[in-house]
């Protein structure tokens, strides 16, 4: 393990997620007769476009999902703020969508409350439930720090999409994707999302630099694939995963396989 | 094997395949500092969901692989065409694409063609390399019919969305995606890709109603998940995706796993 | 008057307009209650990009009009396409839109014949009234050449823009614009719309250079400003508007005020 | 004169404007040859629906404006904010913007000094003039209360929409609108603009109903259009916008042709 630049401590994480989720959508999708598949794509595609574009206004970061139910990482807005995206999607779209927000020490926790907010205010597919907002009434003002991992695949130009065909290499990053989230998720109730290309980004709370270590190693062991990351920490996703960002162009400046700028979390 | 309405019959299949490529976009990202992650998934959503805008006009289907890396199938169209899409980028985006074209009996050889064809015109991040269309000078006219499969999973709403942490249910159906595509692309050279919610398109050549069962049940050794599959064929992927989607619906009426209409390639 | 390069030819025009309007949208703005200003302008803008973009496919052009009421002129298309657009309309909005397509000899009395179609299929403030699409059932296949004059001002970067209060400088554009539509309409029966810039595109049907000539005569006698125009004529409006916009870059660089490439139509 | 609830009270106002400028347009639009027609009207409708979704985040209200040089009122915003923006298009758009922003007792020399520091900064043309914020070094942080006047024609459905072509209906509302524009500026320093339908929108600092009658009035006289007013009054375009739209509401409600909610000014 190579590592540079890394400076240890612990901290007490506080993190936000949202859970977006269109309104009785499956339904939607196939009334009064199935939707043309390229129009769903676009609508889709559109929707996710704008709402990166609104959690961007807060420093977060948003993940496509399943595009029917997306997520976001948005520790610096007041919940209620999520009103103006609701209002947008309304004005602009033929769809609705209900929020869930959660607030807790880790992502898959805060995800699991907003989680749970929301399916208390009813099904994902039941006309009558719009526009729901669910924060709950307890939820605190302050925030912590979050840990970015940004992750890609050590000269994928070079070994993979200049040399094998596009199926081939779009499965062997997805398989590398989902053992990274798979791992994140079981070991550091951590999020990770595929961002397009061979970048993987992952949200975690208080994890060190052995723990990416060993989510690399184990990619590396199930699907023979070589990533490094790069580490950063913020109040925000944005703050964090710029840092995260710069340390990977270290990692490809340098080789080194795991890169911090910054103030990152010990490991225990 | 619950399969309603199929007619039996072989026909031979010539699928064209797209892979758009946008031109030199890893350097671009990080240039001159990396850029802001939201601004990167705004384009990337937007310029996939013009992609399906334009695809549809052909009646073709597009799929969003990697983002940077986008998979087309479109029959009906003159590759010459694609200028169009390359205009349309380049007057739109501050990137611009290249786009290579296959044209063989599996989606995968079409899209191997397609590859090497772009690959021969020059690395992805070489920053000369700049809205090549590779078309090859042998491409016939005519093309044959597609197989698409539908699938989707037996009663996620009530088994998994209302009820699991969404990191959870996403796991479970990237997971699914993963093995189905990984199984059709291996046994029958097929491509399948996730479209949203828990929904997963194949495009297929010349497979019948086992092949849909054997995937579905692998999919179900694989990861406890229950897939069921409409299969609709025609001239275009629109066309053979409509019956796909129609035949779905078949299946959730009907509790069948597999249903087709019209006319599907038989078994061998 | 300096003209050069025009060849002068008569021939009989036929020009198919079609009209654009949002179904019950005054209503729609204001209900519950008024709608967020900036989201409406947002939803008119994206929706008048979307049509600029579908009549692209058929090389014909697109006005924004009044937003809500946009007109195209596009020879090269059968009018049953049109329900391509109200499709992507209806899976992308929260609004629908009615199309009235009228086929005439001169613009206006095409566009006059689209408007009363869609009249007569009701008020555009009829709830009851949805996605009609008005074409008639005597609408001959073909259509005949269409002539375009791309207008700009002389200089507006020096004399106008680098020099004056943007509010001034866009009063008298607009006021241009305004008195070479109006007279452009009252003695040729022709379309002409600011297309941004200092840019206005008129679409005429069988006029010739000392039309123009008239034209730009009067806007300086009513306003004081100087224009020059291009003019380009072909079986589409991009085919005649792409010979309009070369020919006014000769204007440009000569200094003549009225400059035609290709076959034009004669003066009477 | 009818006039409903009213209260009459002068304050001092100060208004702050924006100018957005996109960098060396004209001669990207032509080179290396003049671009596709409707590709620009694309990304000029994108770029303002996104400038106007950026404005609204600071309850401001923007103006298409020529397209390639956009106008926007946004009293609370820190003009260093405008980075954002410029961020934006620089990472959505092949084009990039210089901003002028302007703080003044009324909204057409708030324009002036925004025009001016963005003329000092280089020609419009000027290759090298790339994404200046021209902000000034004396900006106040206060701005005050904004007048927004919503203007529409009394029963344009029925009168215009429903009767006339659409070509006539556009140039009467075109040329009431620019009739109001020229008046309002002329007379109070004022800025109005087309947002859509029979829709026009003023900006105004300080001035009382009387004024908006003699507007009203002067249209009538030199147009025949009879224009029905909304007022509003705030600390934002937004909120006095929200206002004027529903004492619009009220005008058609009650039939009076001017109808203001909350704390207008006074006449002199």
Redesign the interface.
């Known amino acids: 393990m190579i590592i540079n630049r890394l400076i240890f401590a612990r901290v007490t994480t506080t993190i936000r997620v949202a859970?977006i989720q269109i309104d009785d959508?499956?339904p939607w999708t196939?009334t009064p007769?199935?939707?043309?598949?390229?129009?769903?794509?676009?609508?889709?595609?559109?929707l996710?476009?704008d709402f990166?574009?609104f959690?961007?206004?807060y420093d977060?970061?948003?993940f496509?999902?399943?595009?029917?139910?997306m997520?976001a990482v948005v520790n610096e807005i007041d919940p209620a703020d999520f009103e103006r995206f609701q209002?947008?999607v309304?004005?602009?779209?033929?769809v609705t969508v209900s929020i869930g927000v959660g607030l807790a020490e880790t992502?898959?926790e805060a995800?699991?409350e907003?989680?749970e907010r929301l399916?208390a205010a009813g099904?994902?597919?039941d006309g009558n439930r719009r526009e729901v907002l669910a924060i709950g009434d307890d939820e605190p003002d302050d925030t912590g720090m979050v840990t970015v991992g940004h992750f890609d695949v050590v000269d994928v130009?070079g070994s993979l999409?200049?040399?094998?065909?596009?199926?081939?290499?779009?499965?062997a990053?997805?398989?590398a994707?989902?053992e990274l989230?798979?791992y994140l998720?079981a070991e550091y109730d951590s999020?990770a999302h595929f961002?397009?290309?061979?970048n993987i980004?992952g949200i975690c709370s208080d994890i060190g630099p052995q723990a990416f270590d060993d989510a690399i190693e184990h990619v590396r062991a199930e699907t023979g694939l070589e990533l490094q990351v790069g580490i950063g920490r913020g109040p925000t996703a944005?703050a964090a995963?710029?840092q995260a960002?710069?340390a990977?162009?270290q990692c490809r400046a340098t080789g080194a396989r795991i890169h911090g700028d910054g103030q990152l979390p010990a490991d225990d």
Request: avoid cysteine.
């Open positions: 859970l959508y499956g196939v007769e199935p939707r043309r598949e390229m129009d769903l794509q676009y609508l889709q595609a559109s996710f476009a990166a574009a959690v961007d206004t977060g970061y948003a496509y999902g399943r595009f029917d139910n997520v209002r947008q309304r004005n602009r779209y033929p992502p898959v995800l699991s907003a989680s399916q099904s994902a597919q130009t999409t200049d040399r094998e065909n596009a199926i081939d290499v779009s499965l990053i997805r398989r994707t989902l989230a798979a998720r999020i961002v397009g290309g061979d980004i944005q995963g710029e960002k710069e990977l162009e």
